[in-house]
Structures are given as structure tokens and as C-alpha cells.
């Protein structure tokens, strides 16, 4: 092709190829967008802060558990426990030492380790797995970081998961902060499952919350007693609860479960006939009096 033509048709090419930069180079700029989008997402879910958890716990507590000063990121950190009567209450109470955490994404969820040299000095771990109409969450030890033990123990079997100063309930405000307990509370369980479907709990296992060597301030004897919080399941599923006196000068008994409003127990509470006198002003506290009982109706 010679003169006009083969200008023209020079002319055509270098247009298109000039065309064809200008595409290749918005690409470009669009990938890059998208990977510094990318990036900066990842980066932030990799190094989001640890105040985001505590932000997100106080929430899902409404303000009664806090992660006060906390540092480091949402998977591994630390932070010290407290708490508190709720937003606007001036009580609280936080544990000695602080309470270390891991999370990691495992078996299909997140895995949640737990560890405190006070309370929980083998570490506790919460498996949270996601369902199509619900979460499933297992609470078990772990002998080590990388060795999880399944459950709580096996079959047959129940094992302390933790341990806590009973004061700790004080800055819950009240009737606790007046009650002004001592002892030690602790938390065993045996493969112990909590699964939400469709909005309902769903509970498999068993659990035992034990008060021992409890006292209290409102009272001039040294010790009250020790008690027992059973928590199993029954042919449903639902969340059944029963209290009992192991021993001691108060007698505590009572029935209870969980239901969508929250936690309900009815029972009642008694003096032995020795110490009746001495705890008479304790029984008016902790319920409704009816002769020499007190009724105690939570929920």
C-alpha cells in the first residue's frame, strides 16, 4: 500500500495499539484498586485491634462483662476481666492478673483459648461453629496450645474448667455487692454443647456450678455452707437447673431452666435450727419471707 492508503492504515494501527494501552492500563489500575482493597481488608481483620473485642463483649453483655485496658489484636491478646452492674452502675469488680485469649479459624469455625493464672490456669477453649439456621458452640481444656482435648473429660467423666473468687459477683451491683460474698466458685462440665436453631438453645452435656465455703458480711458466722447448681438438659433439649445444699448452716434448694427471656429459678432457702437467729437477717435479703423460709424467685 503506498500514499494516502497506507498512512491512513499506519494511522489505524497506531490508534488501536494506543487504544489497547489505555484498556490494558485502566485493567491495571482496576486490579490495583482491587488488590489494595483487598489487602487493606485483610489487614484489617488480621490486625484489628483488640478494643473491637471488647467493644463487641461489652455489647453482647449489656455492659456487665468488660475487657478493661486491653492490647494486642482480636486474635491473640489480653485484657483485665471486670464486672459491672451494667451501664450507669458504679459497682465493679475486676480479677487479679490479666486474661489472655487466642482465636483461630479451626474445624470449620473459630477456636477461642482462654487463660488466666487466678482462674483458669489450664486453658479454656470454645469451639464456634456456624449452621445453616443456627451457631453451635463446644466448651472444653486444652492440656497445652496445641493439644485441645475434645469436650470436658470423657464419657462419664466431669472436670473443673475453672475456678473464681466469689467477691467477683459483687460488681454486679445488686443483691450481690450486699451480700458481700466469699468462697469460690467454680465451673465443671462434661462434653458440653450449646446449639442455637431457628432462635431456640439447645443444650447437650452437663455443667456444674459449685459454690464452696461460702460467707457473707451479713451474717456473724464464719461460714454458710456450700451448693451445688446442676445444669443438663432434657429429652429436649431445654435447659433444666437444679440447686441443692451440699452442707452448711443455710439450706438453698430450688428448680429452674432457660427460657428466651433468660434465666428462671424458684426456690427457696432455710436456717438450721442452731443458727437460725444468725440468719435471720440474710433470709430477709435474699427473698421473700414466709415464716421461717425465705422464697427466692429469680426470672
Known amino acids: 500500500m503506498r500514499g494516502a492508503t497506507a498512512l491512513t492504515t499506519r494511522w489505524l494501527e497506531s490508534t488501536l495499539e494506543v487504544a489497547r494501552w489505555e484498556n490494558m492500563r485502566r485493567a491495571g489500575r482496576r486490579w490495583g484498586w482491587w488488590g489494595a482493597g483487598v489487602g487493606a481488608a485483610l489487614g484489617l481483620?488480621?490486625?484489628?485491634?483488640?478494643?473491637?473485642?471488647?467493644?463487641?463483649?461489652?455489647?453482647?453483655?449489656?455492659?456487665?462483662?468488660?475487657?478493661?485496658?486491653?492490647?494486642?489484636?482480636?486474635?491473640?491478646?489480653?485484657?483485665?476481666?471486670?464486672?459491672?452492674?451494667?451501664?450507669?452502675?458504679r459497682d465493679a469488680r475486676a480479677l487479679p492478673g490479666r486474661l489472655n485469649w487466642a482465636m483461630r479459624v479451626a474445624g470449620g469455625g473459630l477456636r477461642l483459648s482462654l487463660q488466666q493464672d487466678c482462674c483458669l490456669p489450664v486453658p479454656l477453649v470454645l469451639q464456634?461453629?456456624?449452621?445453616?439456621?443456627?451457631?453451635?458452640?463446644?466448651?472444653?481444656?486444652?492440656?497445652?496450645a496445641a493439644s485441645p482435648v475434645p469436650g470436658a473429660g470423657a464419657a462419664g467423666a466431669i472436670h473443673e474448667l475453672g475456678h473464681w473468687p466469689a467477691?467477683?459477683?459483687?460488681?454486679?451491683?445488686?443483691?450481690?455487692?450486699?451480700?458481700?460474698?466469699?468462697?469460690?466458685?467454680?465451673?465443671?462440665?462434661?462434653?458440653?454443647?450449646?446449639?442455637?436453631?431457628?432462635?431456640?438453645?439447645?443444650?447437650?452435656?452437663?455443667?456444674?456450678?459449685?459454690?464452696?465455703?461460702?460467707?457473707?458480711?451479713?451474717?456473724?458466722?464464719?461460714?454458710?455452707?456450700?451448693?451445688?447448681?446442676?445444669?443438663?438438659?432434657?429429652?429436649?433439649?431445654?435447659?433444666?437447673?437444679?440447686?441443692?445444699?451440699l452442707d452448711g448452716a443455710l439450706q438453698l434448694s430450688g428448680t429452674g431452666g432457660l427460657t428466651p427471656t433468660g434465666m428462671r429459678l424458684r426456690g427457696e432457702a432455710r436456717a438450721s435450727d442452731a443458727d437460725r437467729g444468725a440468719l435471720d437477717n440474710l433470709l430477709n435479703i435474699i427473698?421473700?419471707?414466709?415464716?421461717?423460709?425465705?422464697?427466692?424467685?429469680?426470672?
Open 45 to 89: 481483620i488480621v490486625f484489628a485491634p483488640a478494643a473491637w473485642l471488647a467493644q463487641g463483649v461489652a455489647t453482647l453483655s449489656d455492659g456487665k462483662l468488660l475487657l478493661a485496658d486491653a492490647s494486642g489484636t482480636i486474635w491473640q491478646g489480653d485484657a483485665v476481666a471486670v464486672l459491672t452492674g451494667g451501664r450507669g452502675s
Open 128 to 144: 464456634v461453629n456456624p449452621r445453616w439456621s443456627g451457631m453451635l458452640v463446644q466448651l472444653g481444656t486444652q492440656a497445652d
Open 167 to 245: 467477691a467477683w459477683l459483687g460488681g454486679l451491683g445488686t443483691p450481690w455487692n450486699t451480700l458481700q460474698l466469699s468462697g469460690v466458685l467454680r465451673l465443671a462440665a462434661q462434653d458440653l454443647r450449646f446449639e442455637w436453631v431457628q432462635g431456640r438453645l439447645r443444650l447437650s452435656g452437663r455443667a456444674e456450678v459449685t459454690l464452696d465455703n461460702a460467707a457473707s458480711r451479713l451474717t456473724t458466722l464464719e461460714r454458710l455452707g456450700s451448693y451445688r447448681l446442676n445444669v443438663d438438659s432434657d429429652a429436649d433439649g431445654q435447659v433444666q437447673m437444679r440447686l441443692g445444699t
Open 287 to 299: 427473698g421473700r419471707r414466709e415464716g421461717d423460709r425465705s422464697v427466692i424467685s429469680i426470672g
